[in-house]
Structure formats: C-alpha cells, structure tokens
C-alpha cells in the first residue's frame, strides 16, 4: 500500500484518461476533513465499467472520513488500479499529477480498529505501518481474514459492480521490486505519465463521485 501491504504481498489500458489537476481543492489536505454521512455510496466509473462502494461510516470513521473527502474532491479520478493480484486484492490510490502526491504523501491519519473481516468486496486503506493511511485503498477479491490481524480496517463494500473489478486488468502482477508490476516511488513522483509510458494496459478510473 504505500507504499505497499505488507512484506509481498504489501500493501492495495486504452485510452489514457487526463490526470487529476492540482486544483485548489486538492492543495491543503488538511482543510479537507469534512465529516462524512453515516452511510453513503460512492460511484466509480472505470475504463471496464462502473461499481458502487457503501460505506459505513461506525465500521471505520476517521478512514470513511478519508475516502469521502477524497472522492468529493475529485482525487481519485484519472487514478490507475496500479497493483491487481488475481485472487487477492485490487489496489489503487496514488493520484495521475506528482504535484498533488507531493501534498497527500504525509497527510497521515490514525489508524481506526478493525470491527469488520476483510471479506470479499470489502475496501480498505493500505498502510505501510501503523497510522500511516493516506490515500491509497484496495478492494478484496477474495476472503483475506489474515489481513484484519495485521490492522487492515475495512470501511465500506462494492454493492454493485463486483464483476468489475474482477474484469480489472491483472497480468502486471506485484509491484515492484518484488514483481514486474509499477514501481510505487516512480508512480508519485512521475505520475500517470510514467505508467502511460511502462504499464499502458492498466485500467483506470474515469470519474469517482459521492452518489447522491
């Protein structure tokens, strides 16, 4: 995540979709911390098609918090599911412009308990150690209970769209350095430019949006 998932299994195309601008916004991210609904859904439209997160806020706040202000301000758009490992998780999270990672790479979070497995369908943040969630989330494919002792808290489900993100395109495997997959540090640092460049089948995320 991260950054990664954990040791190796750390943590999570065609036409290339233009990166997220570094749009005021997405300039402070500690003015960023609106407080999200109880539940709510979020839409994502991707380059195989469109799936819907709920989520809930008393699985995980401060990570629910995270991800709705995140979607509402457009950070994920144009983002690519950068890490796909068929059978374990679709990872995504790092934003297309480096300008805007260079201001969301340290923008920590607390870590939330885990009260919820992280089953199939579930989404969480990816970490690279304790209290250290960004932006970066994954989305299970499989039922990895190992994942909640290791402090991985799911705070939302796809509802729809599941055939989606199992479509994702996963034949670049790991990342490196352990696989052949994106490195992560070229990824904030190059943005989508690099992946477009190295990794061109990647699938991508078009528009995110907080339903309504």
Known sequence: MMRRLL?????????????????GRLDNPAALVEQAPATYRARFETSKGSFVVEVTRAWAPRGADRFYNLVKNGYYDGARFFRVIAGFMAQFGINGDPAVNSRWRLARIPDDPVTQSNRRGTIAFATSGPNARTTQVFINFADNGNLDRLGFAPFGQVVSGMEVVDRL????????PNGRGPDQWRL?????????????RLDYIRKATIAP
């Open 7 to 23: 040791p190796a299994c750390t943590l999570v195309l065609g036409a290339l979709a233009a990166p997220a601008p570094a749009q």
């Open 169 to 176: 395109y996963a034949g670049y495997g790991e990342g490196a």
């Open 188 to 200: 904030q640092t190059e943005g989508n430019a690099y992946l477009a460049a190295a990794f061109p």
